[in-house]
């Protein structure tokens, strides 16, 4: 397992934390002096055990939280600057899949699904039969006209995931993607991802599945404490 060092520095980012810390309140630093940066159309893991800073690290990504400490760029953009105006246009370009799922109780899975593209102002008819089609790929085709409360934990998982990609964002952000999820949804969902990533999009996933990570060959960036402490390269497929 290599050191982190300076290689995990890309000449063009797009995404670069540099000597990021991040704090809640008075207590100790959730993350310390984190360093690293991704290409466009990159895959990496993020793994380390429960407590660790994986998904604070995504909440600092698509900015849910500030940093306490250093600088984060994205899209080539300082977090800092970008203004409450440009914020919601800068995070359309990203895709999240929470661990609690978000979804909206009153609207059905297709509905769901389709948000993503129904704020950017898309008539339903120009991307009806690609969220269907989505939804079948990820195995809720018979539940898309359910409504959340009436779905299993695994059943919302989909959907989550579902409406993460459906707008093909340039960086996806999964914090636990399969953690509700049987072996081969799960090998089915990584396969959705990796085929994304091929065409451009950049994955970013959090996740204690090591089954998941070492079937992939994606590189991985371990946290222990709060520090980014190593990275194993991977093996592309």
């Known amino acids: 397992m290599a ?6 520095f890309a000449a063009e980012a797009v995404l670069r934390f540099d000597d990021v810390s991040l ?21 990496h893991f993020i793994t380390g055990a429960s407590g660790a800073g994986k998904s604070s690290l995504l909440k600092l990504i698509y900015m849910a939280v500030r940093p306490t400490g250093g600088r984060i760029e994205l899209f080539g953009h300082d977090i800092a600057r ?23 109780d009153h609207m059905t899975a ?12 898309l008539r339903p008819e120009s991307y009806r039969n690609d969220v269907a089609e989505l939804l079948s790929w990820v195995g ?3 539940r898309m006209h359910v409504l959340p409360p009436t779905l299993a934990g695994g059943e919302k998982q989909r959907l989550a995931i579902a409406r993460a990609v459906v707008a093909r964002p340039e960086i996806i952000l999964a914090d636990e993607p399969t953690g509700n999820l049987d072996a081969d949804m799960s090998q089915r969902i990584l396969k959705l991802f ?37 990275q194993v390269p991977g093996t592309r497929p």
């Not at 704090?23 to 990159?42: E, M």
Request: aromatic share 6%; hydrophobic share 40%.
């Open 140 to 142: 809720m085709g018979e």
């Open 23 to 43: 704090a809640y309140g008075r207590n100790d630093p959730t993350l310390r002096r984190v360093s690293f940066s991704l290409k466009p159309g990159s895959f």
């Open 82 to 104: 970008i203004s409450s105006r440009d914020l919601p246009l800068m995070r359309r370009r990203i895709g999240v899949v929470f661990q609690d799922f978000r979804l909206l």
């Open 3 to 8: 050191r982190v060092s300076d290689n995990l």
């Open 194 to 230: 990796s085929q994304l990533n091929r065409l451009g999009t950049t994955v970013l996933i959090a996740t204690h599945d090591q089954g998941m990570v070492e079937r992939s060959g994606m590189p991985v960036l371990h946290l222990e404490n709060g520090r980014l402490v190593s």
């Open 110 to 121: 297709f509905d769901n699904a389709a948000v993503p593209l129904r704020i950017t102002g």
